[in-house]
């Protein structure tokens, strides 16, 4: 038998963290015969649900499932995990400032960093999907000291698809056939869906889709605001469809990216297209499937694309000014 992965999950007990696990555990994301540990970690008033959570998790008596831990210490939480996902986080609430949730949320992302840098394995790999989690991501980055800056993601995965299924839609095609779909910056309101190199059969989309009305205007507020309509219609926020992503997005990050295609997360920015060096944004990736990645090069960024990436960008670089008391200098 292979030696189990160990996945560490916070926020466990919440919906995407119920959409998630039974997934992991079933072999979907590390293949059929790779055995699975989880680590399940919540807040103490979260224990009683994770606890149901954790009966379900014996009640599906899983092949791959080799131990399942459910706890509020980080410390145990984080042992030996290989890959953690942070989907825990306090939603914002009537009233409350951005920059408040900006704060509340990052005292958690600094003790999460901290725990994961003292008990993680040596390879790995953090995911975070709790908002605002480019900039929780950043904070956990700076304060896991000794784990490269590489291993830390956040995800956009859930705004690339959507974008591509828009695009699918308009077209008239199956949404498999979308490719080359860039989310560039933060995961909010601010994001960039980049049509202009998306490919839809392996043809530029501004080709197949001709109305550019559409795609600089309503395709790109409703992958902006697909969010905020989902609440709309459910009355809850995305869950399946953000586990999903996230399952996705480990999927390519150990996997190899398909020739001449890339997918989208945010990454620690090294300065690729003028981006500022050290925050989290969001660009196209390749992943060779040896554990590396890659920022794609020479995409070709033009004077429309340019000025949505600067508006998200500015705001990434605001979210950090706003949060720079929990980055150790
Ligand atoms: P829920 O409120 O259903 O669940 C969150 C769970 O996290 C709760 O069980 C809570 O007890 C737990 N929790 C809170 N603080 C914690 C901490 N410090 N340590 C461990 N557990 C903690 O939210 P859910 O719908 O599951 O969403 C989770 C997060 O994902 C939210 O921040 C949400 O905004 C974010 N999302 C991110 C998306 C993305 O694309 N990046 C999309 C979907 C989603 O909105």
Redesign the pocket.
């Known amino acids: 038998m292979k030696t189990p992965i160990t996945v560490s999950i ?9 959409a998630l696990l039974f997934r992991i555990a079933s072999g979907f994301v590390f293949g059929p015969d790779q055995p699975v540990n989880l680590r399940l ?3 103490e ?2 224990l009683p ?2 606890n149901g959570v954790m009966m379900e998790l014996d009640d599906c008596a899983f092949p791959l499932l080799n131990e399942v831990i459910g706890t ?1 210490d980080l410390d145990e939480g984080f042992k030996d995990a290989n890959w953690c996902l942070l ?6 609430k009537a009233g409350m400032e951005r920059a408040d949730l900006l704060g509340i ?1 990052g005292k ?1 992302f600094t ?2 960093g901290q725990a994961i840098a003292r008990n993680a394995a040596k390879d790995v790999r953090v995911l ?4 605002p ?1 480019n900039t929780n991501a950043l904070i956990a980055m700076n304060n896991a000291a000794g784990v490269p800056a590489d291993r830390f993601f ?6 690339e698809n959507r974008a591509k299924s828009q695009l699918a839609r308009k077209a008239g095609v199956h949404q498999s056939k979308v490719t080359n779909l860039c989310i560039w910056g933060n ?1 909010s309101a601010t994001q960039y869906p980049d049509f202009t190199n998306a490919r839809i059969d392996g043809r530029p989309v501004t080709e197949v889709i001709t109305d550019r009305e559409w795609l600089e205007g309503e395709f790109i507020t409703t992958v902006q605001q697909r ?1 905020a309509a989902v609440i709309k219609a459910r009355g ?4 399946a ?2 586990a999903n ?1 996230a399952l996705d997005t480990v999927k390519s990050l150990i996997t190899p990216t398909p020739e001449g295609d890339w997918h989208s997360v945010a990454v620690c920015s090294d300065g690729s297209y003028g981006i500022e060096k050290g925050i989290m944004a969001s660009m196209p990736i390749r992943t060779r499937g040896d554990g590396t990645w890659e920022v794609v090069q020479g995409v070709p960024v033009n004077d429309f694309s340019q000025g949505r990436i600067d508006l998200t960008i500015a705001e990434l670089l605001e979210e950090r000014e706003a949060v720079k008391d929990l980055i150790p200098a």
Do not use: K
Not at 128 to 131: I, L, T
Not at 154 to 159: H, I, N, Q, S
């Open positions: 916070t926020g466990a007990a919440g919906q995407i963290g119920y970690i919540e807040i008033p979260g649900a994770l509020a989907v825990g986080s306090v939603p914002r949320n958690i003790g999460q975070v999907v709790g908002n989690c956040a995800m956009t995965r859930l705004d995961h969010g809850l926020s995305s869950a469809s953000a992503a």
